[in-house]
């Protein structure tokens, strides 16, 4: 039956590259998925799988109910875009000005739609319950993936596994770690307050810039002179904007970062020192701030026994030529709830395009689409031997 099932996920390989590109054509913004969310519920309504919406948001939670004993395993992909222009020129390039598929959501969507079409005619024979996890707004905190959790999409769930489309990692790789597999995502703004004035004139001002400019240096020195060599943790300032005129003192001067680590210790460490430092960095010159910071994603830390189901077991499926154990990778994922809550996993599938290696979040990425019944034969085997460890068949 399983062989049969992957033949069939391979078969499909043509309708599952025609569901991406469409996807890829007409992306939405997190929390914005109207439309994607009705085009994956008309999916499952033409199948005759039963289906929920509205879980969480746009949320679409599939149910696919086997005809034998079980556990029921949860598989999750996400579906929301990117603000980016889209500057491929392909034939299924995004028709929405400044939004894209820059992630490989599109990819995530079409491979979990594949898992479903290809289990439903053997439902009979399948152990156990399959849940399919559609989720809104994984890419802007606070995310999809606890609402959807908040709604119950894990209720009578045993566990939960998830992959993403790789473009660091060549097509047959599979990557992935026991433990901790992708980093705390939290993000801070900050806003000097001081006091403009004529660019002549600068003692009768509050210079925000030079405030911010010293503010800038002293939070790269927070991972390098503030935490123990041994942690791993990033501070990153992504914006500072501030200023109208080059013969103007600035008022005001805007900060913004991102913040990455494992531990909860340090993500409180650095908490407290970037405190210390905007308050220290105002105090010499009488100015005013305001420091946001806004904890986002915690760190994704798979499950022992289910990481090591997915090292050791996905050989086993053709196409796969290897499978490697990493070292954590520091961007963000919102699954990491769904890990909270149910034992399971979260694996890289490699999906590097050959001549065309841009990162994701570029506004030229793309993924090499062999990688979509990989991705979706690897989560039919998560789920497969998920059942097997417990004793199902």
Same mark, same amino acid.
């Not at 904007?241 to 993500?267: H, K, L, P, W, Y």
């Not at 960095?281 to 090591?308: F, S």
């Given at each position: 039956?399983?062989? !049969?099932?992957?033949?069939?996920?391979?078969?499909?390989?043509?309708?599952?590259?025609? #569901?991406?590109?469409? *996807?890829?054509?007409?992306?939405? $913004?997190?929390?914005?998925?109207?439309?994607?969310?009705?085009?994956?519920?008309?999916?499952?309504? !033409?199948?005759?799988?039963?289906?929920?919406?509205?879980?969480?948001?746009?949320?679409?939670?599939?149910?696919?109910?086997?005809?034998?004993?079980?556990?029921?395993?949860?598989?999750?992909?996400?579906?929301?875009?990117?603000?980016?222009?889209?500057?491929?020129?392909?034939? =299924?390039?995004?028709?929405?000005?400044?939004?894209?598929?820059? +992630?490989?959501?599109?990819?995530?969507?079409?491979? $979990? *739609?594949?898992?479903?079409?290809?289990?439903?005619?053997?439902?009979?024979? *399948?152990?156990? /319950?399959?849940?399919?996890?559609?989720?809104? @707004?994984?890419? =802007?905190?606070?995310?999809?993936?606890?609402?959807?959790?908040?709604?119950? @999409?894990?209720?009578?769930?045993?566990?939960?596994?998830?992959?993403?489309?790789?473009?660091?990692?060549?097509?047959?790789?599979?990557?992935?770690?026991?433990?901790? &597999?992708?980093?705390?995502?939290?993000?801070?703004?900050?806003?000097?307050?001081?006091?403009?004035?004529?660019? @002549?004139?600068?003692?009768?001002?509050?210079?925000?810039?030079?405030?911010?400019?010293?503010?800038? #240096?002293?939070?790269?020195?927070?991972?390098? %002179?503030?935490?123990?060599?041994?942690? /791993?943790?990033?501070? /990153?300032?992504?914006? &500072?904007?501030?200023?109208?005129?080059?013969?103007?003192?600035?008022?005001?001067?805007?900060?913004?970062? #991102?913040?990455?680590?494992?531990?909860?210790?340090?993500?409180?460490?650095?908490?407290? #020192?970037?405190?210390?430092?905007?308050?220290?960095? +105002?105090?010499?010159?009488?100015?005013? =701030?305001? $420091?946001?910071? $806004?904890?986002?994603?915690?760190?994704?830390?798979?499950? %022992?026994?289910?990481?090591?189901?997915?090292?050791?077991?996905?050989?086993?499926?053709?196409?796969?030529? %290897? /499978?490697?154990?990493?070292?954590?990778?520091?961007?963000?994922?919102?699954?990491?709830? =769904? *890990?909270?809550?149910?034992?399971?996993? &979260?694996?890289?599938?490699?999906?590097?395009?050959?001549?065309?290696?841009?990162?994701?979040?570029?506004?030229? &990425?793309?993924?090499?689409? %062999?990688?979509?019944?990989?991705?979706?034969?690897?989560?039919?085997?998560?789920?497969?031997?998920?059942?097997? !460890?417990?004793?199902?068949?």
């Amino acid at each position: 039956m399983w062989n !049969e099932i992957f033949e069939k996920i391979e078969s499909s390989y043509q309708e599952m590259v025609d #569901t991406r590109r469409y *996807l890829h054509q007409h992306p939405e $913004l997190s929390f914005q998925e109207k439309h994607t969310s009705q085009f994956i519920a008309q999916q499952y309504e !033409e199948w005759g799988i039963p289906y929920e919406t509205n879980i969480g948001g746009y949320g679409v939670v599939a149910t696919l109910n086997g005809g034998k004993d079980g556990k029921t395993v949860a598989l999750r992909a996400d579906f929301d875009a990117l603000p980016i222009q889209d500057e491929k020129d392909v034939p =299924y390039k995004s028709t929405v000005p400044g939004v894209m598929h820059a +992630c490989g959501h599109d990819g995530h969507t079409a491979s $979990l *739609l594949g898992v479903a079409k290809a289990l439903l005619p053997y439902q009979e024979d *399948l152990p156990g /319950t399959v849940v399919f996890l559609h989720q809104p @707004a994984e890419e =802007y905190a606070p995310g999809g993936a606890k609402p959807m959790i908040d709604d119950g @999409a894990l209720k009578g769930v045993d566990a939960v596994f998830g992959t993403h489309l790789w473009a660091d990692a060549p097509v047959g790789v599979i990557q992935t770690t026991k433990g901790p &597999f992708m980093a705390g995502a939290d993000r801070f703004e900050i806003t000097i307050k001081g006091k403009g004035g004529h660019g @002549a004139l600068p003692h009768q001002t509050k210079d925000a810039i030079v405030i911010g400019s010293q503010l800038v #240096t002293q939070l790269q020195q927070i991972v390098s %002179r503030r935490l123990d060599p041994l942690s /791993t943790a990033v501070v /990153t300032v992504g914006t &500072f904007e501030a200023g109208q005129a080059f013969n103007v003192i600035a008022d005001q001067a805007r900060i913004s970062g #991102t913040v990455r680590m494992f531990d909860e210790d340090v993500q409180t460490k650095i908490i407290k #020192t970037i405190e210390n430092m905007v308050k220290s960095a +105002c105090l010499p010159y009488e100015a005013d =701030y305001e $420091l946001n910071y $806004l904890k986002g994603y915690p760190p994704v830390m798979n499950h %022992r026994k289910e990481a090591e189901l997915i090292l050791d077991g996905f050989t086993e499926v053709s196409g796969i030529e %290897r /499978t490697e154990e990493i070292l954590p990778v520091m961007g963000g994922e919102d699954f990491a709830y =769904y *890990l909270q809550h149910k034992p399971g996993a &979260f694996y890289f599938t490699g999906a590097q395009k050959e001549g065309h290696v841009y990162p994701h979040h570029h506004p030229m &990425f793309d993924f090499d689409e %062999r990688a979509l019944p990989l991705s979706a034969k690897t989560l039919v085997q998560a789920y497969r031997l998920y059942q097997q !460890e417990n004793g199902y068949t």
